[in-house]
């Protein structure tokens, strides 16, 4: 009768230094979630947005989170002449000014951040833009009101729809971009274009006489979604 005593004595200590063990690792990581669970969770709930913003303020982004982050899909670029999402995230603001159209695209920290360009044809420009650091998203860009502008940089594309310009656009969050093409150089539609590196918003500075296939509301994927179409 001992040995089954002393076995079943053993099991319980090791299910306890168990759950001790998870409570610990729970524990050091409250309010967020712990270790032990993560695998099973959405990237949002896996790592929430409060969590993402203070690692970026002190500096220390999780690796894992940066693995996740910088993950680069191929994509699936759709044939025929139309115009393709530059960015994942959901359309926010469909604005006009000047004869002028701007398609505004928020990301959140668990898009994929690799722009890719709307149409093919030759980068003409490539500027820096603005000179303040903002936060939050949505229709109120100041770019469109005049005043001083979100750091940005604009890539400017000569193609058969005209003069398309991409902005990437920082927040407070994210206070590098990055281009991968020079001025002269030629893109085709899908092709990677850029990088904002944690977070913030895309812009199209389009023709005033495209009409969207898509509204706001819609989430978009970059190199696949068809914003726009004209007939061949």
Request: hydrophobic share 45%; with cysteine.
């Given at each position: 009768?001992?040995?089954p005593?002393?076995?079943?004595?053993?099991?319980?200590?090791?299910?306890?230094?168990?759950?001790?063990?998870?409570?610990?690792l729970?524990?050091?990581?409250?309010?967020?979630?712990?270790?032990?669970?993560?695998?099973?969770?959405t990237?949002?709930?896996?790592?929430?947005?409060?969590?993402?913003a203070?690692?970026v303020?002190?500096?220390?982004i999780?690796e894992?989170f940066?693995?996740?982050?910088?993950?680069?899909?191929?994509?699936?670029?759709?044939?025929?002449?139309?115009m393709?999402?530059?960015?994942?995230?959901q359309?926010v603001a469909f604005?006009?000014?000047?004869?002028?159209?701007?398609?505004v695209i928020?990301?959140?920290?668990?898009?994929?951040?690799?722009?890719r360009?709307?149409?093919?044809?030759?980068?003409?420009?490539?500027?820096?833009?603005?000179?303040?650091?903002?936060?939050?998203?949505?229709?109120?860009?100041?770019?469109l009101?005049?005043?001083v502008?979100?750091?940005?940089k604009?890539?400017?594309?000569d193609?058969?729809?005209?003069?398309?310009?991409?902005?990437?656009?920082?927040?407070?969050?994210?206070r590098?971009l990055?281009?991968?093409?020079?001025?002269?150089?030629?893109?085709?539609?899908g092709?990677?274009?850029?990088?904002i590196?944690?977070?913030?918003?895309?812009?199209?500075?389009?023709?005033?006489?495209?009409?969207p296939?898509?509204k706001?509301?819609?989430?978009?994927v970059?190199?696949?979604?068809?914003?726009?179409?004209?007939?061949?």
């Amino acid at each position: 009768m001992a040995k089954p005593v002393i076995k079943a004595i053993y099991i319980q200590l090791v299910i306890l230094a168990s759950c001790l063990m998870v409570i610990g690792l729970w524990a050091t990581r409250f309010p967020y979630p712990s270790p032990v669970i993560m695998d099973f969770l959405t990237p949002q709930k896996r790592w929430p947005t409060q969590q993402v913003a203070d690692w970026v303020t002190s500096g220390n982004i999780d690796e894992g989170f940066m693995s996740f982050f910088y993950r680069d899909p191929d994509r699936l670029v759709p044939v025929g002449n139309n115009m393709v999402a530059p960015a994942d995230g959901q359309i926010v603001a469909f604005d006009s000014k000047d004869g002028t159209n701007y398609m505004v695209i928020a990301l959140t920290f668990w898009d994929v951040h690799v722009q890719r360009s709307p149409v093919g044809g030759t980068i003409v420009a490539i500027e820096d833009a603005g000179d303040r650091l903002m936060d939050g998203e949505g229709r109120d860009f100041v770019y469109l009101k005049d005043k001083v502008s979100p750091v940005q940089k604009v890539v400017t594309i000569d193609s058969e729809w005209g003069m398309i310009n991409v902005r990437l656009i920082t927040s407070l969050l994210a206070r590098r971009l990055e281009v991968f093409h020079e001025v002269g150089d030629k893109i085709e539609k899908g092709e990677r274009l850029g990088l904002i590196h944690l977070g913030s918003t895309v812009v199209l500075d389009l023709p005033g006489d495209l009409v969207p296939l898509v509204k706001v509301g819609d989430r978009v994927v970059a190199g696949e979604t068809i914003m726009f179409r004209r007939e061949d």
